[in-house]
């Protein structure tokens, strides 16, 4: 599958959030929205009210990374926003089934996310039915953190389960991508790198999502 970039708005300047989606249009192939709710997570961060928003300004597929505590109690909100795919953690959930099962319902794709200390083979259960699996390559919650090494091996392994089973999962990355880490990220198999402040922290957003698209192999 070829590489996708996924750019995660949560670095974006917010006031200016419409004119930056824009500027990366051009290199990004989804947006990634992460959601926090202060419980799962430490930091609170944007929700459904912003998804909404972006629905109306570009037609990149919005994927709604959910670092909250019930993601099962949000889906209505999310899929009403407009947003295409949600990815829910595995360490959130008592039965990923039944998330997996009612984002269908609400015709969006479902992804699981594992953090940094969680097994990834969590997920191999649910893969025929899962779009992507999060490998999270920083701890959740922070833009701006530096990549961490031992995700690689959780990417190698998800990617070797899921092609020895000939399906067609994205394996996307998420934490301290950039032109350097991205590149390490694919070789182990991830399919979709996604990046923050790599992105909308570097002065000509554009131009850092074209470095990104062309260090990924793109
Ligand atoms: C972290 C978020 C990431 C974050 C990545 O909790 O899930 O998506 O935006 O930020 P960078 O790319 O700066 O590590
Ligand atoms: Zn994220």
């Not at 389960?161 to 880490?181: F, K, M, S």
Request: contains cysteine.
């Amino acid at each position: 599958m070829p590489v996708k970039i996924a750019a995660s708005i949560l670095s974006a300047d917010f006031a200016r959030l419409g004119e930056q989606v824009k500027a990366v249009e051009g290199s990004a192939d989804l947006l990634h929205i992460d959601a926090m709710d202060a419980h799962f997570v430490p930091p609170l961060s944007i929700g459904p009210v912003v998804v909404e928003s972006l629905r109306k300004v570009t037609g990149l597929p919005l994927h709604c990374h959910l670092m909250v505590e019930d993601p099962v109690a949000l889906l209505r909100d999310f899929a009403e926003a407009g947003a295409d795919i949600v990815t829910a953690h595995l360490e959130a959930l008592d039965d990923p089934v039944h998330l997996i099962h009612e984002a269908g319902a609400l015709e969006m794709r479902a992804g699981l996310a594992v953090n940094p200390e969680t097994p990834v083979d969590g997920v191999f259960p649910h893969l025929e039915s899962l779009d992507r699996v999060i490998v999270m390559s920083v701890r959740p919650g922070w833009a701006g953190q530096p990549f961490l090494d031992g995700s690689l091996r959780k990417i190698e392994a998800v990617r070797g389960e899921i092609d020895r089973r000939g399906l067609r999962v994205e394996v996307e990355v998420d934490g301290g991508i950039n032109d350097v880490t991205g590149p390490r990220c694919v070789a182990a198999g991830a399919t979709v790198l996604a990046a923050a402040s790599s992105i909308f922290g570097a002065g000509d957003v554009a131009e850092a999502a074209r470095r990104l698209a062309t260090a990924a192999g793109r």
